[in-house]
T-cell receptor
Framework: NAGVTQTPKFRILKIGQSMTLQCTQD?????MYWYRQDPGMGLKLIYY???????DKGEVPNGYNVSRSTTEDFPLRLELAAPSQTSVYFC???????????????FGPGTRLTVL | AQKITQTQPGMFVQEKEAVTLDCTYD???????LFWYKQPSSGEMIFLIY??????QNATEGRYSLNFQKARKSANLVISASQLGDSAMYFC?????????????FGAGTILRVKS
């Protein structure tokens, strides 16, 4: 049981390049989330999904796109990378409505992205 | 308006002593949940403890306990018998309703350093 996995762990992009951050969970969770964490700050929600085919915007969606074709996978796409997107990106999943205890968010190890 | 406030950017504690990390929240929803996560220097997010708004007793998990004062809207994390491995960033988070489910709103975090 691997939990939530993310690839790559590190990446450097040039301004204007695009990339996809991969996220996979093997816990059969319905909900999946993408957060970004800027230095010294808390996490901010980019996009989330409540199941295959259903996604919605979070607090900071501009410059990103997502899709959810399967329960397991929730990739995050960066188009036209900008220095403001330099951050650590976390994927998370939860079974349901975050009722606490086991129904909390489980996080992947993060992807550290630098845009130069 | 800030939903989760962690007023202590950094804290020091002597090994084996107890420490309290502060968290205040703001919500008009009568049903809510509060979470604490630990983020060590390696970067992963580790779930520590959960408190539901209707829970009659303060939550406890091993050396972690939550001092929940509903009228004051505070949910402080207490770590007893601090260990060097407790040195990390600690985030308080609150469950918030979205259109298609729930998400976590995070505070800015508190850096804890345990001294030997």
């Amino acid at each position: 049981n691997a939990g939530v996995t993310q690839t790559p762990k590190f990446r450097i992009l040039k301004i204007g390049q695009s990339m996809t951050l991969q996220c996979t969970q093997d816990m059969n969770h319905n909900y999946m989330y993408w957060y970004r964490q800027d230095p010294g700050m808390g996490l901010k929600l980019i996009y989330y999904s409540v199941g295959a085919g259903i996604t919605d915007k979070g607090e900071v969606p501009n410059g990103y796109n997502v899709s959810r074709s399967t329960t397991e996978d929730f990739p995050l796409r960066l188009e036209l990378a900008a220095p403001s997107q330099t951050s650590v990106y976390f994927c998370a999943s939860s079974y349901s409505g975050l009722a606490g205890g086991l129904d909390t968010q489980y996080f992947g190890p993060g992807t550290r992205l630098t845009v130069l | 308006a800030q939903k989760i406030t962690q007023t202590q950017p950094g804290m020091f504690v002597q090994e084996k002593e107890a420490v309290t990390l502060d968290c205040t929240y703001d919500t008009s929803d009568p049903s809510y949940g509060l979470f604490w996560y630990k983020q060590p220097s390696s970067g992963e997010m580790i779930f520590l403890i959960y408190q539901g708004s209707y829970d009659q007793q303060n939550a406890t998990e091993g050396r972690y306990s939550l001092n929940f004062q509903k009228a004051r809207k505070s949910a402080n994390l207490v770590i007893s018998a601090s260990q060097l491995g407790d040195s990390a960033m600690y985030f308080c988070a609150m469950r918030e309703h979205m259109e298609y489910g729930n998400k976590l709103v995070f505070g800015a975090g508190t850096i804890l350093r345990v001294k030997s």
